[in-house]
């Protein structure tokens, strides 16, 4: 049997580092593309105004950052692969004979960028179709499985887009972001490091001013 210290350790890892690799990559996205970061921000000031603070229920009344949220993770799921599975039996998939005990990835990247899904340029940052797409990313619509699908899909997933959802939010209301003197948001690069958890490669580093409701 699992020893429970080990089980508390991999829950803390699997709920901290997916979430905070996403909050990384948003950021990233929205450095890249200014319009949509003061299209997220002026949703997220104009809900909040002199409230400080973003809170669960705001959430809600944020509709643009829930899809910068989405569209992030379409891109740049946080666990690019998934968890390995193994195969309990022989089977077929697709004309592929897969014998018993292989293990088989499912990759969640190259689905959410595939343009039979996601039509013309999926590599696109855009946030906006999700106005007319309504997908779900509780591993029932196949287009994009951020969280898994299936019997092992994340558990974690209501508290995981939450805490991403909030961070974000959060970060755009209360600053205002500038790219470090000397560098310019073009040259950012979106270089990921191989893992089961896909972090950014190059710390991304940004300048932070507050940003003060009058
Ligand atoms: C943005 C946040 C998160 C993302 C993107 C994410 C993503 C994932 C993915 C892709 C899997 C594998 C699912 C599969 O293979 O089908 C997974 C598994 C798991 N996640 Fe999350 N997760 C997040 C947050 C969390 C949080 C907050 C917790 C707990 C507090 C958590 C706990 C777990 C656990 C325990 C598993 C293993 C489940 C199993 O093997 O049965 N995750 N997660």
């Not at 558990?155 to 909030?166: K, R, S, T």
């Not at 950014?200 to 580093?205: E, F, G």
């Amino acid at each position: 049997m699992k020893n429970p210290t080990n089980s508390r350790q991999d829950i803390f890892i699997a709920g901290t580092e997916t979430s905070a690799a996403t909050v990384i990559w948003a950021m990233t996205y929205l450095m890249k593309n200014p319009k949509k970061l003061r299209k997220a921000q002026k949703e997220v000031r104009q809900a909040i105004e002199k409230k400080r603070f973003v809170k669960e229920e705001d959430i809600e009344q944020l509709p643009y950052l829930k899809a910068v949220v989405k569209e992030t993770m379409r891109l740049q799921p946080a666990a690019p692969l998934l968890l390995p599975r193994e195969s309990s039996q022989d089977c077929d998939f697709d004309g592929h004979k897969i014998p018993a005990k292989t293990t088989v990835y499912v990759d969640a990247w190259a689905i959410g960028r595939d343009p039979e899904v996601w039509g013309e340029n999926p590599e696109e940052f855009k946030p906006e179709r999700f106005r007319k797409k309504s997908i779900d990313l509780k591993g029932v619509d196949f287009g994009m499985i951020p969280f898994g699908a299936g019997r092992r899909m994340c558990p974690g997933i209501n508290m995981g887009l939450v805490i991403v959802e909030l961070s974000l939010a959060n970060l755009l209301y209360a600053f205002n972001w500038e790219m470090p003197l000397g560098t310019k948001s073009e040259d950012l690069d979106m270089e990921a490091l191989p893992g089961i958890t896909m972090h950014k490669k190059n710390a991304l580093c940004l300048m932070a001013r507050k940003y003060v409701c009058e």
